[in-house]
């Protein structure tokens, strides 16, 4: 899967949209891009995901560039509860004999939303 | 909807015991969950891929006799840390696969925190 890079850290003010950017340079055709998050102590928690179109769910927006090489979660009204880890991933829809696409998580984005 | 359940949510052992946590997926069916571990202020790390009715397939590095995966049915699959000592104290996480194909989700649990002294 290819590897991607995230800023260690990030700080957004409550209301505020949150633009979290993630680099998969490598990514290769047929590769997904997936967000989690996990909040302190809590196991991750789905975000989003998309391959190369625009993606916009109920919690977040994904934006991914025309090349593929790299994509922004945008949290639109960020609140307190927004701050945790943000994991962005890049994988295989399926790996193939028992890996089934397996999520590698790097060391994500801390994003701290301030009052 | 796709909630997936571990207990339980935190665990303090003895040296030298064995203890089962359990993982389920509480409204839908799994074929395929993955059990990961955390370590304090570091990522997860993927252990094992446990797979219904078969073997699970154990990451480089991570002893299957030590840690005894059981999916015996969609719901429901176990950990089992067998002769525990302090340094396999941590935050023990599974999840579960929806969907198939080429578009799905992975869905986590709560967590586990083991603490062995």
């Known amino acids: 899967d290819a590897k991607t890079t995230q800023p260690p850290s990030m700080d957004c003010a409550e209301g505020r949209a949150a633009n979290l950017p993630c680099n998969h340079s490598t990514i290769s055709g047929n590769e997904y891009v997936y967000w989690y998050r996990q909040i302190h102590s809590q196991g991750p928690q789905y975000i989003i995901h998309?391959?190369?179109n625009n993606e916009t769910n109920e919690m977040a927006s994904l934006i991914i560039t025309e090349d593929r090489k790299s994509s922004t979660l945008i949290l639109p009204h960020a609140t307190l509860r927004d701050t945790a880890v943000y994991y962005c991933?890049?994988?295989?829809?399926?790996?193939?004999?028992?890996?089934?696409?397996?999520?590698?998580f790097g060391q994500g984005t801390i994003l701290t939303v301030h009052p | 909807g796709a909630v997936v359940s571990q207990h339980p949510s935190w665990v303090i052992c003895k040296s030298g015991t064995s203890v089962k946590i359990e993982c389920r997926s509480l409204?839908?069916?799994?074929?395929?969950m993955f059990w990961y571990r955390q370590f304090p202020k570091q990522s997860l790390m993927l252990m094992a891929t446990?797979?219904?009715?078969?073997?699970?397939?154990?990451e480089q590095g991570v002893e299957k006799d030590k840690f005894l995966i059981n999916h015996a049915s969609l719901t429901l699959s176990t950990l089992t840390v067998t002769s525990a000592h302090p340094e396999d104290s941590s935050f023990y996480i599974c999840s579960a696969r929806v969907g198939r194909g080429f578009s799905y989700e992975q869905y986590f649990g709560p967590g586990t925190r083991l603490t062995v002294t």
């Open positions: 998309g391959l190369k």
């Open positions: 409204d839908f069916q799994a074929t395929t």
């Open positions: 446990s797979n219904e009715g078969s073997k699970a397939t154990y």
């Open positions: 991933i890049v994988r295989l829809p399926n790996a193939g004999g028992t890996s089934y696409g397996k999520l590698t």
